[in-house]
């Protein structure tokens, strides 16, 4: 039985992985370029399944795109597509596998021109976590909205607003862990003192 200052949201339920999810990493600020994108692409092979099949699947999906490093990514051909389309610890979406590849591109092309994609990512709420109601816990935003327009702008695709808002929750653009919920001021602590890694080459 969950003791009183470990009730946890809702949707963490009784699965551990989900549960450990929940406890150490979603909602936690993300200042790492590469960390961003990596999420970026798993909410958009995600859509339409659990986070609970993700997370089973993420060291797959890890060793199948390179440890998500987008220079890696970048490089891949149709040869490898057809290779992922073969891997059976993957979800086997030709175009979610096709927009990974075109996503590692996008990403060092802003990269190559000075633009840092941790930078991107949190310009749109000025480098501030984003304080969720804790009562209410929309799909959507105006924010996911605005994000989603400009990622798409760029290129990216699998990127809509609800999307967009899920990984906002991950990344920790947004604090959305409920009112009730024992992460919800440490989160709340940790946005206070996060700050922007120092930049690296990917």
Known sequence: MTS???????WA????????????????????PRALWEMLMLEGFQAGLSWAIMLRKREAFRKAFAGFYPNR?????????????????????????????????????MRDHGEDFADFCWSFSDGNVVAGSGRSFPTQTALS?????????????????????AWMQAVGIVNDHSIGCFRRKQVASLARTSSPVPKRRL
């Open 4 to 10: 009183r200052t470990h009730v946890r949201c809702v």
């Open 13 to 32: 339920g009784d699965d551990p992985l989900m549960q450990a999810y929940h406890d150490e990493e979603w909602g936690v600020p993300e200042r790492d």
């Open 73 to 109: 990514v970048a490089r891949f051909s149709r040869r490898d597509v057809d290779r992922l389309m073969t891997n059976p610890g993957i979800i086997r979406a030709r175009a979610k596998i096709e927009a990974t590849i075109a996503g590692a591109r996008i990403f060092c092309e």
């Open 145 to 165: 909205e605005t994000i989603s327009k400009e990622l798409k702008r760029r290129g990216f695709t699998f990127v809509g607003p609800t999307i967009v808002y």
